[in-house]
């Protein structure tokens, strides 16, 4: 396994290499580059590693300016003293967010977190089943076809959308938003998805009430972008306030001018209404999820 190690800051590279060496002996740290420049170099200029444990302030901007120049088509595991980034950073092919000073455990589940989704890949059952896998050939893992979801950690997601490779699955965009990050106090905490009751909104800010029904203030800027990046399977948008979870639908009723009012198996401050327009559509979701 081999990767590479983006880090300006010497101690902290160094400290990288040492833990990734207690955790898999078989990990192969091929370089360590301190710099948005240098790394760009590198990459154009060697086979793409495995896997990209990569902080995000360096010396000479933002490592986002990376994925801009070059095609990096392996997972990144972002490393860094800040939560700021966390929305941004899963725009690119990352898998994980490590806020240092990172833990061995932490860092040890994020490899763990690799593992799982290039075996993934590498066993889906397309691949057991060609004739290459048959004939004894055919072990690279961009031949795979993606199924299942993986969601070891709950930081992302993909149903079935013909995912051929790990870099074709990282470069889509149909990976749904798994964890969603939101304030408490003075501090930020990401919370699962599929913890979320409902989200709505209020004075142009966006809240998410989760399943014991704790209230936050969400790090969105309005409902409709947050509707995209939501499985639709699980998610509907009941109104332009309110955004609901199948699981947590208790029961609904008509209402005149066929309407309906949902309940959910949370107190909502006020009825939820679904329009006239949108009750077909969500009879049949319900119906579906």
Known sequence: MKVLIVEDERPASENLIEELQAIDENIDVVAGCNSVDETIRWLNRNPQPDLILMDIQLS???SFNIFKACDVTCPVIFTTAYDKYLNQAFEYSSIDYLLKPISQDKLKNAI?????????????????????????????????????????????????????????????????????????????QAVRVEDAAYFFTEHKLIFLVDKENRKYMAELSNLSELEEELDKNIFYRA???????????????????????VELTLPVNEEIIISQENAASFKKWIAQS
């Not at 149903?159 to 965009?173: I, N, T």
């Not at 955004?243 to 066929?258: D, G, H, Q, T, V």
């Open 239 to 261: 109104n332009r306030k309110y955004i609901i979870n199948a699981n947590y639908i208790k029961r609904f009723k008509p209402l005149e001018r066929s309407k309906i009012s």
């Open 112 to 188: 763990k977190k690799y593992k799982a989704l290039r075996d993934h890949f590498a066993n889906s059952p397309e691949r057991i089943n060609s004739p290459d896998q048959i004939n004894g050939r055919g072990n690279s893992p961009d031949r795979i076809n993606s199924r299942a979801m993986i969601n070891n950690s709950g930081l992302f997601t993909s149903h079935d959308h013909g995912h051929h490779s790990l870099p074709d699955y990282l470069g889509s965009h149909d990976r749904k938003r798994s964890r969603i990050l939101v304030r408490k106090g003075i501090e930020f």
């Open 60 to 62: 000479d901007g933002l």
